[in-house]
């Protein structure tokens, strides 16, 4: 009988390794997950699930399965509300996301490094595609706001050469 608990208690650890709230290796920086964000619902999380997609990201379950099946505290991989529950709340989803790249993460568009618009790829279209055409909207929406991020980032190191120059 202990045989038994001790064999479903490893089975139960298997099962439910890498369920968890927090991701340890996070590849996509916060300005990038604001782009998917923005990207892809806008940021407004009142419109819970479009086609199976959910949360800000409209993430899907097999992408919450491939990137490992993050839970929140209360959940379990195993329960039926677990991907939603996670994906619909904001902090769990960018986890989800960053699970996913750290996983996933590749050169998609072949200029020979991975960066924000190879996750915009990857976020998309998957890790078997990413190096097809991004639909138009997607990336015109996408590049506009890493554009926007980076002038934003620029503006505020020149505010500070400006203040630590006077």
């Known amino acids: ?29 916060e300005d990038c997950l604001d782009c ?17 997609a959910c949360g800000i990201f ?29 994906v619909n709340q904001p902090h769990c989803a960018a986890n989800t996301v960053q699970s996913y790249m750290s996983k996933h993460g590749q050169d ?10 190879d996750f915009g790829a990857l976020h998309k279209l998957g890790n078997l595609k990413c190096q097809e055409d991004l639909p138009y909207i997607f990336a015109k929406v996408f590049n506009r706001c890493l554009k926007d991020k980076e002038r934003l980032a620029e503006g505020k190191i020149i505010k500070k050469q400006e203040e630590t120059s006077t």
Do not use: Q
Not at 5 to 11: K, P, Q, S
Not at 36 to 52: F, K, P, R
Not at 110 to 117: A, P, R, T, V
């Open 1 to 29: 009988m202990l045989r038994l608990l001790v064999g479903l208690t490893c089975l139960w650890l298997l099962v439910d390794s890498g369920s968890s709230f927090e991701v340890e290796n996070k590849p996509v920086t």
């Open 36 to 52: 998917l964000c923005e990207t892809m619902s806008g940021c407004n999380a009142s419109a819970i699930c479009v086609n199976g």
């Open 58 to 86: 409209r993430i899907t379950w097999g992408y919450w399965v491939e990137a490992g099946k993050l839970t929140l505290p209360t959940d379990t991989a195993l329960s039926d509300d677990a991907f939603t529950n996670c």
């Open 108 to 117: 998609c568009n072949g200029d020979d490094h991975i960066d924000c618009l």
